[in-house]
């Protein structure tokens, strides 16, 4: 399996203070996932609803987001299934190998 890491690099770094340009033993990832948990626990109800926001302009906020900063943004679902990667990660003990 393969997921393109570069676009999440980010927010695993902001949640899970970790980098996804190295190898991931599965004690990291481990770590990962516990905060990906906690992180999406505490934001439940900030989440509800937030796939698609416009602004008034009727311009996707990401989208206009990604213009200015040339940065991926991750959409809640997104993150919900990175928890979800680093829990499969944990129950069958993998690693996540960065590729360049």
Same mark, same amino acid.
């Given at each position: !399996?393969?997921?393109?890491g570069?676009?999440?690099?980010d927010?695993?770094n ?6 996804l340009?190295?190898?991931l ?13 906690e ?6 109800e900030r989440?509800q ?5 416009f ?8 989208d ?5 900063t ?7 679902c997104e993150?919900?299934?990175?928890e ?10 993998? !690693? ?5």
């Open positions: !399996m393969s997921f393109r570069k676009a999440y690099a927010v695993v902001r949640i899970g203070n970790a980098s340009y190295k190898d033993q599965s004690e990291e990832l481990c770590q990962l996932y516990k905060s990906f948990k992180f999406n626990e505490n934001n439940q989440f609803g937030l796939d698609k926001i602004d008034s302009d009727g311009w996707q906020i990401t206009w987001v990604e213009t200015i040339n940065q991926y943004i991750p959409q809640p993150i919900l299934q990175l979800k990667l680093f829990e499969l990660c944990v129950k069958y003990n993998l !690693m996540i190998y960065a590729s360049y």
